[in-house]
């Protein structure tokens, strides 16, 4: 662990925020989920065409930009086709005022490579017959490579994670893997790193404290609300905070949240910690409705929970884009309504689709455990296939909104740092999507086709 200081480590540079350019406006009343006319335009440029492996290549895009920001380890070159069609995407904006807002130099070729290298082998896993979504490029494997290398360290010795015998399913996760295609323009390693730490910190919460790896519903809300000090620090007396102190070093979710958030705040302005402050409280009230319902065996109606999902939820995740991408979306921007529509139907898609795809191993976990085709069959009476088949059309109106959330705020705002925060939360929730279709370790989908 880096040497903190003292707890809540130094205030980073303060960034200037820019004015917001769009006029307020109240929050929707209700969740007007009907899809509205979309700027074509936009929307194209959130999902880039993809070329697989073995498919027509798409045609070259103009040459990236020369700008290169200083990155931690060496980038790899591009590796295939598909990157082409993200680069001239990600390259964003161009043109007086915008440099500062370039993306990362990773997505330039170097100049003495001009045949680029074959496109990696696309990874096995098939993804939900049915399911709209967006084919990512195959993530760059020297960055997988050295994320991989770096948060076993990490996990490993500086947080002392897990116990040898969990070690193989540390590196099924795959977290390398999920955090370089959910963050596509990430300039260093260095920034991955904190989206990295963050998930796999956010993922032994769930395990040991909620889930299969020692966790229970009884007493989580005192665990939970322990832990979360590790992220939103304890201000008290003289006699009592060294024993808070302590006690952030005392299991390993207090000690992955403890250090995964000291790097963050290290690198994120203070609204930026903020902000992941503030998702981190909504997962955790969403972590307890669910432990409520567990303890009492209460099934919800569908459209609660939906709601519960909605704050047990990947939301922490995206909204940290912009640090991982080494720029800021403002906090007048970012509490914008249109904006935190945007925000909760992307953590919405993304969840459902961890429904989707953990539908077959949360079957097979101990207890009655809740997803989203599970609450339909019971509510709704259907039989588990039609519940999971309606459950994947729940998922694609809410992917659907999102992305017309996203177009219309980019056509009403269309400020360079909203179009890439928008661009930074579609390619997560593109990314989040890949990474499930091919954990074939953790999931596997049902036989219903
Ligand atoms: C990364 C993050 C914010 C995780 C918190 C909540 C979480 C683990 C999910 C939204 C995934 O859902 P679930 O607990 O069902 O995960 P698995 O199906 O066990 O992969
Ligand atoms: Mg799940």
Known sequence: MPDSGPLGSSPPEQRPTPPTAVPD????VGADLSVPPIPSGFLASLHPPVTLPGRPQAPSP?????????TAVPDAPDTTAADSALRAVLRGPTGPGTASLAVADRYSAPPSDPVPPAPAPAAEGRAVPGLYHHPVPEPDPVRVEEVSRRIKRWAEDEVQLYPEEWEGEFDGFSVGRYMVACHPDAPTVDHLMLATRLMVAENAVDDCYCEDHGGSPVGLGGRLLLAHTALDHCHTTA???????ESLASDPPRRAYHSAMDYF?????????????????????????EAAWAQTGHVPEV???????QFNNFRPC???????GGYELPADLHARPEMQRVIALAGNAT???NDLYSYTKELDSPGHHLNLPVVIAERERLSERDAYLKAVEVHNEL????EAAAADLAQACPLPTVLRFLRGVAAWVDGNHDWHRTNTYRYSLPDFW
């Not at 402050?277 to 972590?287: C, I, K, P």
């Not at 992917?399 to 999102?402: D, G, N, P, S």
């Open 351 to 353: 969840t459902i689709v």
């Open 303 to 309: 459209w609660e929970y939906l709601a519960m999902r």
């Open 62 to 70: 103009p040459p990236p930009p020369p700008s290169a920001p200083p």
């Open 399 to 402: 992917q659907h909104a999102f």
């Open 239 to 245: 006699e009592y905070a060294p024993q808070w102190r």
């Open 265 to 289: 705040v290290r690198a994120a302005t203070p609204s930026q910690a903020d902000r992941y402050r503030h998702d981190m409280a909504r997962l955790h009230m969403g972590y307890l409705a």
């Open 318 to 324: 995206p909204t940290i884009t912009d640090t991982v």
């Open 25 to 28: 406006a109240p929050a929707p």
